[in-house]
């Protein structure tokens, strides 16, 4: 699977929007674009996915550009439930199905 | 969303005894997953299984690991003997299918301390 960059860190305040960046400028044509949150103590938590098209569900927005070589994950109106490290994970349609995690995005939200 | 178990969610153990890790993944799905993470670091992949066979393995999965899910019950994590550096948390995962498609499910982790 091909290789996504993210910022080390970001900081929000409670009641805003946040854009968490990722960069995966060598993904192809049939990865999938996952991102998972987790919280210290607990599992991995599905947050959304997309492969084109912009997604969106009850959690977060995800926007995807047209070259595919970049998204970001939109959250509305953050809260400290929100706070958590942001995984942006690439995945091959028909691969091994695995997840490659990385050092993620450490999302702190202030009140 | 989907619920995946694990019991206990601590575990303590001698050094060189087994110990066995307990998932109780969602009820309809085929593939399984086991993650190591040690405090402060990354989540580590270890392996995945369907229908009943290990599909790929890590190094990190080391031969002292096993895993099996008999008779459609608990998806299993057997490490036997134990050793210091397996002192960590693990996580299992499931998903209703293969491929890149489909959602992986996390449980809340089993941390196991070796003495």
């Known amino acids: 699977d091909a290789k996504t960059t993210q910022p080390d860190s970001m900081e929000s305040t409670e009641g805003e929007t946040v854009h968490l960046p990722c960069s995966h400028a060598?993904?192809?044509?049939?990865?999938?674009i996952y991102w998972y949150r987790q919280v210290p103590l607990q599992g991995p938590e599905y947050v959304t996915h997309g492969l084109q098209q912009n997604t969106t569900n009850s959690m977060a927005f995800l926007a995807i550009a047209s070259d595919r070589k970049s998204s970001t994950l939109i959250l509305p109106h953050v809260s400290l439930r929100d706070a958590a490290v942001y995984h942006c994970?690439?995945?091959?349609?028909?691969?091994?199905?695995?997840?490659?995690f990385g050092q993620g995005t450490v999302l702190s939200v202030i009140p | 969303g989907p619920k995946v178990l694990q019991i206990p969610s601590h575990q303590i153990i001698d050094m060189g005894q087994m110990v066995t890790l307990n998932c109780d993944p969602v009820?309809?799905?085929?593939?399984f997953y086991w993650y190591k993470q040690i405090l402060g670091q990354q989540m580590e992949f270890l392996v995945n299984?369907?229908?009943?066979?290990?599909?790929?393995k890590s190094k990190l999965f080391k031969d002292q690991f096993s895993v099996e899910r008999p008779d459609g019950s608990y998806f299993t994590l057997k490490i036997q003997p134990t050793a210091l550096e397996d002192s960590a948390v693990y996580f299992c995962a499931s998903s209703l299918g293969g491929g890149g498609a489909e959602t992986l499910y996390f449980g809340s982790g089993t941390r196991l301390t070796v003495l």
């Open positions: 994970i690439l995945r091959v349609a028909g691969g091994n199905n695995k997840l490659t």
């Open positions: 060598t993904i192809s044509g049939n990865e999938y």
């Open positions: 009820s309809n799905h085929l593939y």
């Open positions: 299984f369907y229908n009943g066979k290990v599909m790929e």
